[in-house]
């Protein structure tokens, strides 16, 4: 299973928020590419890079931050937040990312979704499944829709996705531990590489979501707060 980093941005800076609300915003560093750099130096490979500002404002916003990481350091990189055209896509390929995670285009422009999924490729493009009592949300967590996760996730995986980040929006920043049994459900009834995301708040649970098959399992307030340490995380690989 992927161990990945989450580095949240506002206004260049590295940030977290709980429960995507912006008005909790906290500031963990300055410079993200010192977070970057010390993601790498433990042996992790991998970042989950997302451009806050781009994701409220929709469209892209700290491409700069993305560049200067990916140009210094050899971190594979998924980038998300504020993609709205194939240009965009282009801009972060182009940029240093390896992925794109793109949701609320998947939530109110399918068509669009599904013409990047034909143009980038099922491992290029990563599936942002954000939802808030089973209802997914979008445009940063500030817009919620009707669509049910599970059906979200199951009827882009018939169409071809692979890759699904998933975010319970109100285990985000909780520490609270993440959302075992839906994440079960999308595995047993769903084909696809899902990767969880929110409420990681120790080791034990990251070990839990490997147990239950997730991919991957993004990591970002516990490793802040310091309830995981990179060292920790880099022994699980």
Request: net charge negative; aromatic share 6%.
């Amino acid at each position: 299973m992927r161990i990945i980093i989450a580095i949240d941005i506002i206004g260049g800076k590295c940030v977290r928020l709980t429960r995507g609300d912006f008005n909790t915003t906290k500031v963990y560093s300055e410079d993200p590419l010192e977070i970057a750099r010390q993601i790498e130096d433990s042996g992790l490979k991998y970042l989950h890079l997302v451009d806050l500002d781009g994701a409220k404002n929709k469209r892209i916003e700290n491409i700069r931050v993305l560049e200067t990481i990916a140009g210094k350091t050899k971190l594979t990189i998924d980038y998300g937040g504020g993609l709205r055209s194939a240009n965009d896509m282009k801009r972060v390929f182009n940029a240093g990312a390896v992925q794109a995670t793109a949701g609320s285009i998947a939530v109110k422009e399918p068509l669009l979704f599904l013409d990047w999924l034909k143009e980038f490729g099922s491992e290029r493009l990563i599936l942002g499944a954000d939802f808030s009592g089973r209802k997914v949300s979008a445009s940063g967590w500030l817009e919620n829709s009707d669509i049910e996760i599970t059906d979200f996730i199951s009827g882009y995986a018939d169409k071809g996705v692979k890759y699904v980040i998933c975010t319970d929006i109100g285990k985000d920043g909780m520490l609270q531990g993440p959302s075992v049994d839906i994440y079960k459900e999308i595995l047993t009834g769903v084909n696809v590489n899902l990767i969880a995301s929110g409420g990681i708040s120790s080791i034990q649970d990251i070990i839990e979501m490997q147990k239950i098959g997730c991919e991957g399992t993004i990591v970002g307030k516990a490793f802040y707060e310091g309830k995981v340490t990179l060292k920790e995380l880099s022994e699980l690989c």
